[in-house]
């Protein structure tokens, strides 16, 4: 059985969105470190991010690039249960989205993937299910990105191959 066929579509597409995430707060910056949505079905996956402008060809590329070489890094994934306080006195607002964790929510999973230098790659505060390492998720193609000017939303469209 090859490293893809160990979790259900859904998962690796899942997973995907945390390794593209980071992939996308490297290529343009802290100004698209909040997410406003994801979605996911079977190998088809879009993040949605805060951002300010259209990428470039180039950028969308360098995304997509990077995101395939930290799948290939077969970076650890892991999951922390933590009381709310305490995860966010160490981890700070990085990891939320866009909009918040309802507050009667007292306890987080968060899930890591840490970078080859031990850095975090992309935090979380996420309780879906995950590959156990990035080379599950196989590899990732993005679509055509688009800019949504009036609601400042980058919406980045993938599939997960094979
Ligand atoms: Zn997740």
New binding site residues.
């Given amino acids: 059985m090859s490293s893809t066929e160990e979790y259900p579509d859904e998962v690796r597409a ?1 997973t995907a ?2 390794v593209i995430k980071g992939a996308v707060v490297r290529v343009l910056g802290e100004d698209a470190l909040w997410t406003a949505s994801t979605y996911v079905s079977g190998k088809h996956g879009r993040l949605t991010v805060k951002f300010n402008r259209k990428p470039t060809p180039e950028e969308v590329k360098a995304i997509e690039e990077l995101a395939n070489k930290k799948i290939e890094e077969d970076l650890p994934i892991e999951v922390k249960v933590l009381p709310r306080e305490e995860a966010e006195e160490t981890y700070g607002n990085v990891i939320y989205d866009l909009y918040p964790v309802p507050q009667e929510v007292r306890t987080l999973y968060i ?1 890591i993937i840490y970078d080859k230098d031990g850095n975090i790659w992309n935090i ?1 505060a ?1 309780n ?1 299910q ?1 590959t156990k390492t990035t080379k599950y998720v196989g590899k990732v193609k993005l679509g055509k990105v688009r800019f949504r000017a009036s609601k400042q939303l980058l919406e980045i469209p993938f599939d997960v191959e094979p």
Avoid: D, G, I, S
Wanted: aromatic share 0%.
């Fill in positions: 899942h969105l945390h899930t979380n996420c879906k995950h």
